[in-house]
């Protein structure tokens, strides 16, 4: 089992004991098995399944790594969360876990919006309680908001940044604590950008986004701001979704498409284009075919996948990052040029 790295590595985000860019997928040695993996805008953390034990590597300035200190990690360093990990999550510059043998949601870093939910603004160093009122069942961050979806009571609980009304509770206020969001019914798919949030009600098969909205990437068919969940039309049940920077992409089950809208001036959105979409557009007008058998198995974490899919990775992550990539792949496989092309070209 190997957890493989490339990319942009300044502050040693990687995790090779370096801090050169590398153009081709490295082994980093995490000691095991890697059962979650969550990447930031310069640092990364993953769960080893086999030892227990949450490891995190690269800037800290603030204190996002989880080790009590604000010094830069080129290797994975192990974090005391108090348990086994069973969601992680990434902002721009903070973290948060949820350890399920004691129910509790531990976030830490950067903390000048709130993101934290702890009432304050003081960037945190170690792992800190977040009282959200019950069991998480769903976790996303974004760059400096944070949202939890609470399963027990079935509510959706966003807090930080609320400038371009991310959090959607209907104001501008920034939020300290968790503060309740309402979405109108259970949530199946969570997921955040930079400044924009979508969730997927299950008991009316609804996707409902809010927040910036200047490219688009929304999709409601507007480039307006907006403050609650606003329904998005994609043409279906959604089964995956995730949100890039400024971007969104849905895999609504009902047709096998995929869609994507908003920010496209890379070429993002896969539709042949550098056009901005502000409604939900197939990539490259095709229907994509069922995933392929195992092997290989493809496994996708929401909230962390914003480019190409390889089939050879087991997780991949590359959201509210500054440029680098990472996946676990399964065991004996170091082929790297497997790693360069789409799922469904």
Same mark, same amino acid.
């Not at 805008?41 to 227990?52: E, G, P, Q, W």
């Not at 870093?109 to 919006?113: E, K, P």
């Given at each position: 089992a190997l957890l493989k790295c490339w990319g942009y590595n300044n502050y040693g985000q990687l995790g090779d004991g370096t801090?050169?860019?590398?153009?081709?997928?490295?082994?980093?040695d995490v000691g095991g098995a890697v059962g979650l993996l969550a990447l930031g805008?310069?640092?990364?953390?993953?769960?080893?399944?086999?030892?227990?034990l949450l490891k995190c590597w690269g800037d800290n300035g603030y204190g996002?790594?989880?080790?009590?200190?604000?010094?830069?990690?080129?290797?994975?360093?192990?974090?005391?969360?108090?348990g086994a990990v069973g969601l992680l999550a990434l902002g721009y510059y903070h973290t948060c876990a949820y350890v399920t043998n004691s129910a509790l949601l531990k976030c830490w870093?950067?903390?000048?919006?709130g993101q934290l939910g702890d009432g304050t603004t003081s960037a945190r160093t170690t792992p800190t309680t977040i009282d959200v009122g019950g069991a998480v069942g769903l976790l996303a961050l974004g760059s400096s908001h944070t949202c939890a979806y609470v399963t027990n009571s079935t509510l959706l609980n966003c807090w930080g940044n609320n400038y371009y009304g991310q959090l959607g509770d209907g104001t501008s206020s920034v939020r300290y604590t968790p503060n309740t969001i309402d979405v109108g019914g259970p949530v199946g798919l969570l997921a955040l950008g930079y400044s924009h949030t979508c969730a997927y009600v299950t008991n009316g098969t609804l996707l409902?986004?809010?927040?910036?909205?200047?490219?688009?990437?929304?999709?409601?068919?507007t480039t307006t701001d907006r403050n609650t969940p606003t329904t998005i039309n994609v043409g279906g049940a959604v089964g995956l979704l995730t949100l890039g920077y400024s971007h969104t992409c849905a895999y609504v089950t009902d047709g096998a498409l995929l869609k994507c809208w908003g920010y496209n001036n890379y070429g993002q959105l896969g539709d042949g284009t550098y056009t901005n979409?502000?409604?939900?557009?197939?990539?490259?007008? &095709?229907? &994509?075919?069922?995933?392929p058998p195992s092997p290989p198995d493809v496994t996708l974490i929401p909230a962390t996948i914003s480019h190409n899919?390889?089939?050879?990775?087991?997780?991949?992550?590359?959201? &509210?990052?500054d440029g680098k990539t990472c996946a676990f792949l399964p065991a004996g496989d170091d082929t790297q040029e497997r790693l360069l092309y789409p799922l469904h070209p």
């Open positions: 801090t050169t860019t590398i153009t081709t997928p490295t082994t980093i805008y310069s640092h990364t953390c993953a769960y080893v399944t086999n030892s227990a996002q790594l989880g080790d009590g200190t604000s010094t830069n990690r080129n290797t994975p360093t192990m974090i005391d969360v108090g870093g950067f903390n000048g919006n409902k986004c809010w927040g910036y909205n200047n490219y688009g990437q929304l999709g409601d068919g979409r502000i409604s939900p557009t197939s990539f490259r007008g &095709l229907a &994509l075919p069922p995933p899919v390889p089939t050879t990775i087991t997780f991949v992550g590359n959201a &509210l990052t």
